[in-house]
């Protein structure tokens, strides 16, 4: 075990966390000055990384992922969601940017479930307030890109019957060429600061979506060797 990673092995899948950030105090500032990833600081928009909409992947896995998202969609009110008249009128074909369904529609410049400042209910994600008010988790209704940031996971294999899963904050390097013109990076500490602020580590904040990827027992014995 290095000082810069945790590694528990889950038979499997071992697992390799970043210390530095799951000890930090970072937390989502979402409405309360996150200047979003557009390519200027946009606070007031209030739109946070859900500008470009939610990526929901390819293969089995983005297909079942859409087939959720589509069914949550489905039980949200107008109460819930500012443009639920899209779905109401167009049913799943007015949630997804195409046929492919392996994104979410842009409407207004952001995704369509992201309701904005002007919306009675108040701005947020739609599917995140549909599950709070359900008495449900936002980790099961919303797509994973969604309830994961800013963790990311990057899977290798070891051998053929052993991953190596190696948890982590984004960069603004993994966003790619769009990474170079994001006016902000809530993860980086040098423009990114007023994110740490919260009042707990992240292995506590975030601990229901650590154990929605690595599992309960993994994420208990991760806390106790970093709390």
Same mark, same amino acid.
């Given at each position: 075990m290095s000082e810069e990673h945790i590694e528990i092995d889950a038979g499997d899948t071992v697992w390799r966390f970043e210390r530095a950030f799951l000890t930090s105090n970072w937390t989502c500032i979402f409405g309360a000055g996150c200047h979003g990833i557009l390519p200027d600081p946009a606070s007031g928009l209030?739109?946070?990384?859900?500008?470009?909409?939610?990526?929901?992947?390819?293969?089995?896995d983005g297909r079942v992922e859409a087939l959720n998202v589509a069914a949550f969609a489905s039980v949200l009110t107008p109460e819930q969601w500012q443009f639920h008249g899209? /779905?109401?009128?167009?049913?799943?074909?007015?949630? /997804?940017?195409?046929?492919?369904?392996n994104h979410t529609?842009?409407?207004?410049?952001?995704?369509? /479930?992201?309701?904005r400042r002007d919306f009675p209910g108040?701005?947020?994600c739609a599917l995140h307030v549909g599950a709070v008010q359900a008495g449900e988790s936002p980790v099961d209704w919303k797509p994973s890109v969604c309830w994961q940031l800013p963790i990311r996971v990057d899977w290798e294999d070891l051998d053929d019957q052993v991953e190596r899963a190696t948890v982590r904050r984004w960069t603004r390097d993994d966003w790619g060429e769009f990474g170079s013109t994001m006016a902000w990076c809530c993860t980086e500490r040098g423009e990114g600061g007023e994110a740490y602020a919260g009042d707990r580590p992240v292995v506590a904040s975030m601990a229901e979506e650590l154990t929605a990827l690595a599992g309960h027992e993994v994420v208990v014995e991760l806390t106790r060797r970093l709390l």
């Open positions: 209030q739109q946070g990384c859900c500008s470009y909409g939610a990526h929901l992947g390819d293969g089995a899209l /779905f109401d009128h167009e049913g799943p074909a007015g949630v /997804f940017s195409d046929g492919q369904r529609r842009i409407v207004d410049d952001a995704c369509v /479930f992201l309701n108040g701005p947020g």
